[in-house]
């Protein structure tokens, strides 16, 4: 099992199924199950307007998506242009937060926090 960590309200938007496009400089070859961490920073061009509460917790494991694909050049509302695009759907949000100190690139959640996991989102 992966983890990326993710801004919010970003991270929130992509566990409660919004969001189905993740933007990053770089690309991956990893495919499958991917667990979204919202991590201690927040976007700050992002407007509060009315969001998700998802959307306010930080420092924490949030839920799960599949990683579908990750393409160059897609066309969605949130695919954002000279970015790779992961496409991610069948979002899941956990219904308690799992507190994690978040990394760079994809990772693996240490034995502590894979055990509160909830059990579908194991491998």
Same mark, same amino acid.
């Given at each position: 099992?992966?983890v990326l960590t993710?801004?919010?309200?970003?991270?929130? #938007?992509?566990?409660?199924?919004?969001?189905?496009?993740?933007?990053?400089?770089w690309k991956t070859?990893?495919?499958?199950?991917?667990?979204?961490?919202?991590?201690?920073?927040?976007?700050? %061009? %992002?407007?509060r307007s009315s969001?998700?509460?998802?959307?306010?917790?930080?420092?924490? $494991?949030?839920?799960?998506?599949?990683?579908?694909?990750?393409? %160059?050049? %897609?066309?969605?509302?949130?695919?954002?242009?000279?970015?790779?695009?992961?496409?991610?759907?069948?979002?899941?949000?956990?219904?308690?937060? $799992?507190?994690? $100190?978040?990394?760079?690139?994809?990772?693996?959640?240490?034995?502590?926090?894979?055990?509160?996991?909830? #059990?579908?989102?194991?491998?």
């Amino acid at each position: 099992m992966r983890v990326l960590t993710v801004h919010q309200p970003w991270a929130g #938007l992509l566990v409660d199924g919004i969001k189905d496009v993740e933007n990053r400089g770089w690309k991956t070859n990893y495919r499958g199950p991917l667990l979204i961490h919202a991590g201690a920073a927040t976007d700050p %061009y %992002y407007g509060r307007s009315s969001l998700p509460p998802n959307c306010a917790v930080q420092r924490a $494991i949030l839920g799960v998506v599949t990683l579908f694909d990750c393409v %160059y050049g %897609y066309t969605s509302a949130w695919a954002e242009p000279g970015q790779w695009h992961w496409l991610v759907g069948n979002a899941r949000a956990f219904c308690h937060p $799992i507190p994690a $100190i978040g990394r760079l690139g994809l990772w693996t959640p240490d034995r502590e926090v894979a055990s509160a996991l909830p #059990l579908y989102a194991r491998e």
